[in-house]
């Protein structure tokens, strides 16, 4: 049965992405090996299972690796079919909506992060943020959508939105001290503002998502470190 056997998780605790794959299995009720990698010096295991991105996560499932986030999500979800809850909604139509957002929040929301997060200049950030900001309203109006008064974008249920979004929720807390924005608020998001508390009080969020504050201190090292080597490459 595809749904049977052994699954590893190659990962890293700060990795947003990784995180998504561990809301998954933890909310399918599914064990797994968890193997952590260190990025600066990749394993044999992740160049051999994910040759073509070199990134984690990976999941290893009875030997065979499938990679990408969104990807192992429904992986997960069509494998393990009748284990847990279903993540992803039955109805094609609604399955869609679900898929446009989880784009919409890899392209419009990290795509500008990343660019805050890393900015050289005050205009490039201000630029950035200023999209963020649009972003996260636009997904305050989703939200006002797809849950239809309930709790989550799935509903009564956590889903593939409530996944993605997740996997990236303790960036976007940290957002206030890594990039001087605050991005969910009472006047603007509050049907945001109260996901978030819902969402971290899930125990699957609980096991999964790392700690905001380390995961802060860990991204301003890492930021100086990728400045530093732009420093480099441009004195080269
Ligand atoms: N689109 C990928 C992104 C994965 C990704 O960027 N992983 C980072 C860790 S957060 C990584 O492995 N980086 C290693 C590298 O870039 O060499 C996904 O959704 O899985």
């Not at 508390?197 to 998502?209: Q, R, S, Y």
Request: aromatic share 8%; proline share 5%.
């Amino acid at each position: 049965m595809a749904g049977e056997g052994e699954l590893k998780l190659l990962s890293t605790w700060a990795s947003p992405w990784a995180s998504r794959v561990k809301l998954a299995l933890h909310l399918k009720g599914l064990s797994y090996e968890n193997i952590e990698q260190d990025l600066n010096s990749k394993s044999d295991l992740l160049l051999a299972f994910n040759p073509v991105h070199k990134k984690v996560p990976v999941l290893i499932h009875n030997g065979k690796p499938i990679c990408e986030s969104v990807v192992i999500i429904e992986y997960i979800d069509e494998a393990y079919g009748s284990t847990g809850p279903s993540l992803l909604p039955t109805d094609p139509y609604e399955r869609a909506i679900a898929r446009f957002w989880v784009d919409y929040i890899d392209h419009k929301l990290v795509i500008p992060w990343k660019v805050a997060f890393i900015a050289n200049t005050e205009e490039d950030k201000t630029e950035a943020i200023k999209q963020i900001l649009v972003g996260v309203n636009v997904l305050e109006g989703a939200l006002k959508e797809c849950s239809n008064g309930k709790p989550f974008f799935g509903g009564d249920n956590v889903g593939y939105v409530d996944i993605a979004l997740g996997g990236l929720l303790a960036f976007l807390q940290g957002t206030e001290e890594l990039c001087g924005t605050k991005l969910f608020g009472t006047a603007n998001t509050p049907l945001l503002l109260a996901w978030v508390e819902h969402f971290t009080a899930l125990d699957a969020a609980k096991v999964a998502l790392p700690d905001v504050n380390k995961l802060v201190v860990f991204a301003r090292t890492r930021r100086a470190r990728i400045a530093a080597t732009i420093n480099v490459s441009v004195k080269n």
